[in-house]
């Protein structure tokens, strides 16, 4: 004979599997959803809108796959801590000046004084961190000015110390960024990562060193206006390919193969969406800069004019040195590696490669700078993105470089309409979700907005 609890127990709502397989699927899934609300999202798709009603729907789930965001960030201790605050208060008291000067439940605010180094000291840091904090020179940096902090100069030291890192960048670069729009001596854009990133290649050919620059950026801008996605993207083709100005066609004039040194990508993943499957881009929201397994900087700047001039946007980014460091070998030659900024660039390419969890190949990833890694993750990219494009026919996609050839690639038969099962065999063959960046999409195309539009 049965308890009481147990008879009860059986009554209770049993948690299923989140669906997984192909076919039809007309019930959504209502007890996993890991996403609420106005979290599941897609820019592409729709915008954020009504955000005070944060816990519904604004987006068709049945639809609409949501867009995987990636992001990077610091926990820092210590008098870099200290500093990160007293940004705070800064923009806090300015604010409250110009906004809410008689409004009392908005009080000015102080900074701490420390009068022991003690007092800095983090002991509980079990309480939120899996292992022991590494010990780095940490340093925070700025864009400010007179209207986000009230000074009465303009301080653009984000963009000074993205410079000196990538002049004194010995073996590789490492950059994620939202955005990418930095072109030397042009009329519009005045940053100078890109004369800096230029000067840096050029250095590395003249010298025949072996050197290389990874640069991760989102596969679209994150819009879901065709005119403000069309206006990033001609400033970031502008910048990486299209025209005379760009970095590429700039170290072409100089006799330097830019593939040789410089390559883009992107992220993407896939899934099981109501029994069909699916595939969105993972937007890239970071700002890093990883040099040499040694030195990092990390924040909110992106490399654009808003982010760096300083008289523009308020960013906050902190560089990193590493005070730990072990032995490595960089194109077979032994290295000093950095522990943070090492294990911290290894965690990225392992989650881009599929390697994150477990690594039956045993692919190596310690030496980003040798030809053969170099080129294993420049074919993971291609292999990817060919798999994707023939599976969904994703775009954007270097197959299309005019406007008109949209709908000729995207009206093609899919495998996944075709042969779903066939078509899910194939994403098994996905290493991870790193994919190549189309340098050559719409290439041929002039897609800048007309100057009437808002954008």
Request: net charge negative.
């Amino acid at each position: 004979k049965k308890s009481l609890q147990e008879e009860e127990s059986e009554d209770e709502e049993k948690p299923e599997e989140p669906q997984s397989y192909i076919g039809p699927s007309p019930v959504i899934d209502t007890k996993h959803r890991y996403f609420v609300g106005k979290d599941y999202s897609n820019p592409y798709e729709k915008d954020f809108e009504t955000l005070e009603k944060y816990s519904e729907d604004f987006i068709d789930r049945k639809a609409v796959p949501r867009m995987p965001w990636h992001d990077e960030a610091l926990v820092v201790f210590g008098k870099v801590a200290r500093d990160v605050a007293r940004h705070f208060i800064q923009r806090w008291n300015i604010h409250k000046c110009e906004k809410f000067l008689y409004e009392e439940s908005y009080p000015f605010l102080l900074p701490k004084t420390y009068d022991d180094a003690e007092e800095l000291r983090v002991s509980y840091w079990k309480d939120f961190l899996e292992s022991r904090p590494f010990e780095v020179d940490a340093q925070c940096l700025r864009s400010t000015g007179p209207w986000s902090i009230g000074t009465k100069i303009i301080e653009n030291s984000i963009q000074n110390a993205y410079i000196q890192m990538i002049d004194a960048a010995k073996y590789y670069i490492y950059i994620e960024n939202q955005f990418f729009i930095t072109i030397a001596g042009d009329n519009v854009v005045k940053n100078q990562l890109a004369e800096a990133l230029y000067r840096r290649v050029v250095r590395a050919h003249t010298l025949d060193e072996k050197f290389r620059i990874y640069i991760v950026l989102p596969l679209l801008p994150g819009f879901d206006n065709v005119n403000a996605v069309q206006a990033v993207l001609y400033f970031i083709m502008r910048s990486i390919t299209k025209g005379e100005t760009s970095l590429f066609k700039r170290l072409e004039r100089a006799g330097v193969p830019p593939d040789e040194y410089v390559s883009f990508y992107g992220m993407r993943a896939h899934d099981v969406l109501m029994g069909s499957l699916v595939t969105e881009i993972i937007y890239v929201h970071s700002k890093l800069m990883i040099i040499d397994d040694r030195m990092a900087i990390c924040g909110s700047a992106n490399i654009n004019d808003r982010s760096l001039l300083g008289q523009r946007d308020s960013e906050f980014c902190v560089v990193i040195n590493d005070r730990e460091e072990e032995d490595g070998i960089f194109n077979g030659k032994q290295v000093r590696l950095g522990k943070f900024c090492a294990s911290w660039r290894k965690r990225l390419f392992a989650m881009m490669l599929g390697i994150l969890t477990e690594n039956p190949k045993n692919i190596d990833i310690s030496d980003p700078v040798s030809d053969e890694f170099y080129n294993y993750f420049r074919d993971t990219a291609r292999k990817n993105t060919l798999i994707y494009e023939e599976v969904f026919a994703t775009l954007p996609s270097d197959r299309v470089r005019r406007f008109d050839q949209v709908g000729q690639y995207t009206e093609v038969p899919k495998l996944k309409d075709i042969d779903p099962i066939r078509a899910q065999e194939k994403l098994k063959e996905i290493q991870g979700t790193v994919v190549e960046y189309p340098l050559y999409f719409l290439d041929e195309e002039n897609y800048l907005p007309s100057l009437r539009t808002r954008e």
